[in-house]
T-cell receptor
Framework: NAGVTQTPKFQVLKTGQSMTLQCAQD?????MYWYRQDPGMGLRLIYY???????DKGEVPNGYNVSRLNKREFSLRLESAAPSQTSVYFC???????????FGDGTRLSIL | GESVGLHLPTLSVQEGDNSIINCAYS??????FIWYKQESGKGPQFIID?????DKRQGQRVTVLLNKTVKHLSLQIAATQPGDSAVYFC???????????FGAGTILRVKS
């Protein structure tokens, strides 16, 4: 049982390139989330999908788009990468309100 | 549990001692709280949660205490082991809210 799987684990991009981060969960959870983690900043919510077919902005959505492809998959796209988007990106999945979210192991993204 | 800048607070404890990690949360309407553990290079891992109708909850070697009067959450780890060395995050969620808000984290270092 893999839980939440993120691909790729590492990526280096040049400024202006585009990239899609993939996330899949096998826990049959309704809600999925994308966070970024920067040193000393904690985890900040980029976008989330409360259920299949819906997506909403989080705290830091600018420069990103998402797609909830089906119940299992939630992707994050950078259309034109900027150095400020260098970060570690985490995808999570959760079932109901007031239930824990389960994290993937992250994608480490560097933009030069 | 707001971000406090680039330098995370650090707690150093001797192996075998008890550890207490504290968190001040921000929203008096929050009614669900979680503690996560993050080891280097990995995603945060769920440790324990508590709802606002409780003031204490125990797990295996861990206890979470909630003081709603002063908006304070703590994680107690009994008989701390080297494998407990990690960054610990608290997170809060408002009633019927989809979104967790994370604190900046505390580094726990266990000395052998």
């Amino acid at each position: 049982n893999a839980g939440v799987t993120q691909t790729p684990k590492f990526q280096v991009l040049k400024t202006g390139q585009s990239m899609t981060l993939q996330c899949a969960q096998d826990m049959n959870h309704n809600s999925m989330y994308w966070y970024r983690q920067d040193p000393g900043m904690g985890l900040r919510l980029i976008y989330y999908s409360a259920s299949e077919g819906t997506t909403d902005k989080g705290e830091v959505p600018n420069g990103y788009n998402v797609s909830r492809l089906n119940k299992r998959e939630f992707s994050l796209r950078l259309e034109s990468a900027a150095p400020s988007q260098t970060s570690v990106y985490f995808c999570t999945a959760g079932q109901f309100f007031n239930q824990p979210q389960h994290f993937g192991d992250g994608t480490r993204l560097s933009i030069l | 549990g707001e971000s406090v800048g680039l330098h995370l607070p650090t707690l150093s404890v001797q192996e075998g001692d008890n550890s207490i990690i504290n968190c001040a949360y921000s929203n008096s309407a929050s009614d669900y709280f979680i503690w996560y553990k993050q080891e280097s290079g990995k995603g945060p891992q769920f440790i324990i949660d508590i709802r606002s109708n409780m003031d204490k909850r125990q797990g295996q070697r861990v206890t979470v205490l909630l003081n709603k009067t002063v908006k304070h959450l703590s994680l107690q780890i009994a008989a701390t082991q080297p494998g407990d060395s990690a960054v610990y995050f608290c997170a809060e969620n408002m009633e019927y809210g989809n979104k967790l808000v994370f604190g900046a984290g505390t580094i726990l270092r266990v000395k052998s």
